[in-house]
T-cell receptor, first 109, second 118 residues
Framework: GIQVEQSPPDLILQEGANSTLRCNFSDSVNNLQWFHQNPWGQLINLFYIPSGTKQNGRLSATTVATERYSLLYISSSQTTDSGVYFCAVIKAAGNKLTFGGGTRVLVKP | GAVVSQHPSWVICKSGTSVKIECRSLDFQATTMFWYRQFPKQSLMLMATSNEGSKATYEQGVEKDKFLINHASLTLSTLTVTSAHPEDSSFYIC??????????????FGEGSRLTVL
């Protein structure tokens, strides 16, 4: 199956800092999503971004499908940004979402 | 975005009993739903694909007789953990999307159900 690797595994930020999270995948995809898992376990959809660039407030994401990676940018981080960020993909011609290992983010005040 | 609801959010049961978890798509019809399992500090692992009107498709290593899945309608899938044991304690979360089985559009997740087996 498709492999999804996220880096870094852990990230500690000072409030107000910017950061970049990376997601590499091993095969062509027709779906890529970024999620934020809050402390209660709920997965919040951040971006549906199989290709291109999108922005939503302080968050933005870029997927370069031909090079098999995606980046999630967090700007001016806030303590509420803490949690685990997951990248997940669906392999081309497939329909199952495969998750990466996640990046655990802690934003300190 | 589409709304997926799961119930119950928390369940505690005794070893040997069965537990049913419901997953509903509230504002769309879902031909296909997916069930995931997450252990503490780990990622989400796909357990099975729930297909409306037909049998579920299980991932390798997942016991179909232990985890019964029924997709009774286009808005409801249920996961029943049969004869639960402490090792079945985990966070179970479902997902769904609009469109047919071959469609790879955006997936939305329920709130998750935390199962503790004593």
């Amino acid at each position: 199956g498709i492999q999804v690797e996220q880096s870094p595994p852990d990230l500690i930020l000072q409030e107000g800092a910017n950061s970049t999270l990376r997601c590499n995948f091993s095969d062509s995809v027709n779906n890529l999503q970024w999620f934020h898992q809050n402390p209660w376990g709920q997965l919040i959809n951040l971006f549906y971004i199989p290709s291109g660039t999108k922005q939503n407030g302080r968050l933005s994401a870029t997927t370069v499908a031909t090079e098999r990676y995606s980046l999630l940018y967090i700007s001016s981080s806030q303590t509420t940004d803490s949690g685990v960020y997951f990248c997940a993909v669906i392999k081309a011609a497939g329909n199952k979402l495969t998750f990466g290992g996640g990046t655990r983010v802690l934003v300190k005040p | 975005g589409a709304v997926v609801s799961q119930h119950p959010s928390w369940v505690i049961c005794k070893s040997g009993t069965s537990v049913k978890i419901e997953c509903r798509s509230l504002d769309f019809q879902a031909t296909t739903m997916f069930w995931y399992r997450q252990f503490p500090k780990q990622s989400l692992m796909l357990m099975a694909t729930s297909n409306e009107g037909s049998k579920a498709t299980y991932e390798q290593g997942v016991e179909k007789d232990k985890f019964l899945i029924n997709h009774a309608s286009l808005t409801l899938s249920t996961l029943t953990v049969t004869s639960a044991h402490p090792e079945d304690s985990s966070f179970y979360i479902c997902s769904a999307r609009e469109g047919g089985r071959a469609f790879a559009g955006e997936l939305f997740f329920g709130e998750g159900s935390r199962l503790t087996v004593l």
